[in-house]
């Protein structure tokens, strides 16, 4: 029996965790939960208070957040490879980007979204500043790079799918250096596998209607 669970849905960032579950090549079991009464259930939110996916249980532990499950994964499991060692300039880097995009890139692109634009003069009061700036910034990061620190991490796993989301809704501008990244990231294994299973999920659902 899987010692991890993933609590998601397909049309969910928990596609994000599918996605590092895969990387990480352990045994893991799936449980789908619908949007509705089922996601603010009493029992799930024994799982998520919040009501919301994705959530890992790995054992008697409970994460939540996609980029929490990816970094604690890696650690989790650091005989994998999946996060640079602790203390080293790569680490420090693979914290900063790993935040960023949960921080500052998530917030710019749902304001946006929604059709919140901060005035320029009071873009000090919010932590991303500005859309433009934020992508900008994680351009110039991208620029030259293969990927997040010397090799993959988990880091770009929960950063890959931020641009990858970003250039398939038109959220993030088509710029050579995310389409090279994301490029790169959509050939893993790790990735095609974790999109075809969440893909048929997807239909599955979509056909009981």
Partial sequence: MADLTLFTNPMSR???????????????????????????????????????VPALKHGDVVVTEGAAICAYVADAFADKGLAPEPGSSDRASY??????????????????????VVPEER?????????KLVLDTLEGFLENREFITGKFSAADVYVGAQVIWGLQFGTFDSRPAFEAYAGRLRERPAYKRATEIDEKLTAEIQAKG
């Fill in 14 to 52: 928990g596609r994000i965790a599918r996605w590092m579950l895969e990387e990480l090549g352990e045994p893991y079991e799936t449980r789908i939960v619908n949007y509705g009464p089922e996601m603010k259930s009493p029992e799930y939110r024994a799982i998520n208070p919040m009501g919301k």
């Fill in 95 to 116: 914290y900063r980007w790993l935040f960023f995009c949960a921080g500052p890139v998530e917030q710019a692109v749902t304001n946006t979204n929604l059709g919140f």
């Fill in 123 to 131: 873009e000090r009061m919010v932590g991303y500043g500005s859309k």
